[in-house]
């Protein structure tokens, strides 16, 4: 992507130049890439060495447990840039993921604690989440209105109508489902441990092992190019905010079953939901989203938050810390990618 | 024939010009229905504190995203700057120092914010939307560590608190001192934007940063100035907030983040390229407040106020690009 952006930014660039350019970008690229992951390995390192406890199979079960709510609405957060390509302001992003989830948790919480079982309740906030996302979809898609905007919008539709069905209370849930996922367990990994596992496993075979998910890159690096080729690029855009909603939804049952209630205040997660889901393309070879740098980042967050837990630093620290992680990488990455890739 | 192709370019020409005003008819549509629905809509009395309440502050944050917006970039750390400036303030004031040490804290604090985004952005090539956001991160936490958790500090007692307070309140000209601050510092950002020099420059990174570069533009400095303002414009707001509200609360600040982009956005919705304009935010700004503000009116409760105000910038947004796709 970026020596095309070159090109067509450029016009006319002397060809010997380029191609040192581009072995130069391909080195620093490795550099940034090893750097990336030096720099995860040394904190781990440093966690492993002092912060007591930090390597109990207990403990670091507890992280990817901690980290499922996260990692699934950054899953959808990814799938939208991947489809709807990385320009922050005119790409694809989904600023009602978080708010999405608040609702879709108040629908399942209030349908519970009504008398409505688990299969009627799940159903419904499962539909909820799909809703939400189609309405995204029909902003961006057929409409044509900016991502960032639409979904902002969104966001406030969302976020409102949570509040007038909880009117800004708890709603304490309990089910038969949520049993299962609070306490139940399978070769020693609780189930919301394995929720992020299986819901990882899925995203990553859908995203990168399938034609499906190939054409899904082809719609946002290159949407002409895409077109030429015959891919109904809205189709593709679409399905990823809707995918993005239900995302959504089960994070929402996640976070019920984590907090045995619906809570306000769900809105919060949306930065750490951006930062994860930008923070994965470090991770992979040509700095695009994927679907396994969007896990690394996402364990690499709950882990960074949970050594800290252990040294006892205070957690006023970790908010900051993590953004001056992103700052370092990220400095890192756009000063081997050359200038011409950062904005 | 030809009459048929006339009413076929009367029709693109009807929406196009639509698509173009629909926020200022929507404007005018929901000021004419909150008039008809609440009886003290449009009293002066409601009016001047839609204005102060509702206005000024977003405002003055809108106009320097609207900077941002304009060079092509975003900043999200708006809210950090007007937190810190907020901060420092009160945090002089409460120690006894005079106001005018502790306007300028204030404005040196949010300076600092917008120093380090400019950092990040032009000397670490860092795209604007990571940089900002890492800066809200390490903002929030300063704000904790300072606090001890987000403790907010009150101005109790101080003779130059009480004086901020007074001047916040009362009238300069016959309008509210804050009314006086932000209708000099909208016409200093649409000069600054739409007829000067740097203004040019701006719109140019905006529109084509590579041609930018190679006109010779001097793109570093041009963007560093583009993001000190922004963050100085916030710090105006975050002291404005402390001498309305005589405190300072932790984490206060980012609340103005999301209207304040869409208040910039729709206000691009003026122009066909979609560029924003001091003009459009100030609409889109407005827009926002009068809704608030008349849903409450007409006696809608505070949660059902979001639902419409998402469900109302939906609509102007649906319409405003839905017609003009359609004009194309």
Redesign the interface.
Known sequence: MSASVLHSEVGVSDEKQAAAKSAGRRFGALVVRLGAIAAFAAIMAYFVIFAPGFTSTFNLINVVEQSAILGVLAYGMTSVIIGGGSDVTEGGIDLSIAANMGLCAAVYATLLSMGYGDFLSVLAAIAVGIAVGALNALAVVGLGILPLLATLAVLNVAAGMELTLTQNTVVGASSPLLGVLVSGSFLGISALAWALIVFSAIMIVIVHGTSFGLRLYAAGGHPEAARAAGISVPFYVSFTYVLSGFCAAVASILTVSRLSASTPGSGELLLSVLAAALLGTVFSRRFVPTMGGTLLSVLFIGLLANGFQLLNVSSYWVNGVQGALILLVVAITSFARGSEGSR | MSVSANDNAAKVGLRSFLAKYSVVIAFAAIVIFFAIASPTFLTPANLFNVLVNNVVMLAIVALGLTIV?SS?G?DLSVGVSVDMASMIFVMLLAAGYSGVVGVAGGLGAALIVGVLNAI?ITR????????T??????G???Q??ATS?GQPIYLTSGYAADQFNAIARTALFGAPTPVIVLIVLVVAVHVLLHRSVFGRYVQAMGAQ??VAWYSGIRVPRELSMVHVLCALLAGVTGILLSATVKSYVPLSGNAFL?DA??AT??GTTLSRERKPSVIGTLLGVLLLAIVKNGLLLVGW???????????L??LV??AS??L??AAH
């Open positions: 917006i092509g975003i990040l670490l090539n860092i795209s604007p939307f990571l940089a956001l890492g800066v809200l991160f390490i929030q936490s300063t904790q560590l958790g940063p590579g999301l982009i869409g956005f729709i409760n505070f949660y059902w106020q979001q639902v419409g105000i998402g469900v910038v939906f947004l649906a690009f839905g003009r796709r």
